[in-house]
C-alpha cells in the first residue's frame, strides 16, 4: 500500500530567550494512503507542532518527512507553500473564515492563492457547498451561519484543490455534541472516498469515531493503536 505520509525521527526544537524548547523528541510513524488518525495528548505535548510540520506551515529540526513519496523536510518556502495550496486541505477549530465574503467566496479563496479561479472551479465551488448542504446560503457571510454551518464552508473550501490528505486542528472543539457528529459524518464520508484525514482532538469520544489513535507525550508518541 502506498503511503501518504511517513514521519522519521522528527524532532523539532523552539529558541525563546536562550532557552531551547524541545518541542518534538523523535516522532516515528508511517500513514497508509486511506487512513484517519485521530492525534491527542496533554496540552504542550506537542500536537499544534506535529500539525504545522505536517501542514508543510513549519520545517523540522530534524529528522524526515515524507509527504506522498517527496521527502519534504528541507524544501524552501516557495516549494511548500505550493504544496500546501495544492496537496494538503486545512480545516481549523475556529473555521478561519473572511467575514466579509459569502459563503461560496469564502469557498474560493484557495482558487486564488492556486492561480486556478475559472468556470469549471467556480462550479466546483457549488458542488461542495450542495455536498455540505449550503447550497440555500449561498450569499450569507459567516456572521449569518451556525458554528457547524461554518465549519461546513471551511470543509467545502479545504477540498477545492481537492487534495489527498486533510489535517483537522480540534474541528469540533466549538461545536455542541450532536453538530459535532455531523461534523464527523462528513469527516467519515471524505475519508470513505479515499482521502488521508489527520485529525488533533481533546475529546476521547471524537478520536473513537477515527481509524486509529496517536499520542503524544513531551513530544513523543506514547501510544499509537487501531481503533
Ligand atoms: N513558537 C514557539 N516558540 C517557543 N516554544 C514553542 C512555540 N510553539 C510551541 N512551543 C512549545 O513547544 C511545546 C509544544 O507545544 P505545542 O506543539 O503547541 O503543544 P500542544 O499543541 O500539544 O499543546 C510547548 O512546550 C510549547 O510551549
Ligand atoms: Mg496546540
Redesign the pocket.
Known amino acids: 500500500m502506498r503511503l501518504a505520509v511517513r514521519v522519521a525521527d522528527l524532532r523539532?526544537d523552539?529558541?525563546?530567550s536562550g532557552e531551547t524548547?524541545?518541542?518534538?523528541r523523535g516522532v516515528s510513524f508511517d500513514v497508509p494512503e486511506g487512513d484517519y488518525i485521530s492525534i491527542m495528548?496533554?496540552?504542550?505535548?506537542?500536537?499544534?507542532?506535529?500539525?504545522?510540520v505536517l501542514g508543510c506551515l513549519d520545517r523540522p529540526s530534524a529528522g524526515r518527512y515524507v509527504l506522498s513519496e517527496v521527502d519534504v523536510s528541507q524544501m524552501s518556502d516557495d516549494e511548500l507553500a505550493e504544496i500546501r495550496s495544492t496537496r494538503i486541505g486545512f480545516i481549523f477549530q475556529s473555521y478561519n473564515l473572511l467575514p466579509a465574503l459569502t459563503v461560496v467566496e469564502n469557498i474560493e479563496v484557495p482558487l486564488y492563492y492556486s492561480r486556478r479561479l475559472n468556470a469549471e472551479t467556480k462550479a466546483r465551488c457549488l458542488q461542495l457547498a450542495e455536498m455540505v448542504g449550503l447550497t440555500p446560503r449561498l450569499n450569507h457571510r459567516p456572521t449569518q451561519l451556525s458554528g457547524g454551518q461554518q465549519q461546513r464552508v471551511a470543509i467545502a473550501r479545504s477540498l477545492i484543490n481537492d487534495p489527498q490528505f486533510i489535517l483537522a486542528d480540534e474541528p469540533t472543539g466549538n461545536l455542541d455534541t450532536a453538530t459535532s457528529h455531523e461534523i464527523l459524518d462528513l469527516l467519515e464520508n471524505l475519508n470513505r472516498q479515499g482521502r488521508t484525514i489527520i485529525m488533533?482532538t481533546h475529546e476521547p469520544d471524537v478520536a473513537a469515531r477515527t481509524k486509529r489513535s496517536i499520542i503524544?507525550k513531551d513530544?513523543q508518541v506514547v501510544v499509537d493503536k487501531r481503533n
Do not use: D, E, F, R
Request: charged letters at 10%; zero cysteines.
Open positions: 523539532k523552539y529558541v525563546l524548547v524541545h518541542a518534538l495528548g496533554p496540552s504542550g505535548s506537542g500536537k499544534s507542532t506535529l500539525l504545522n488533533v503524544l513530544g
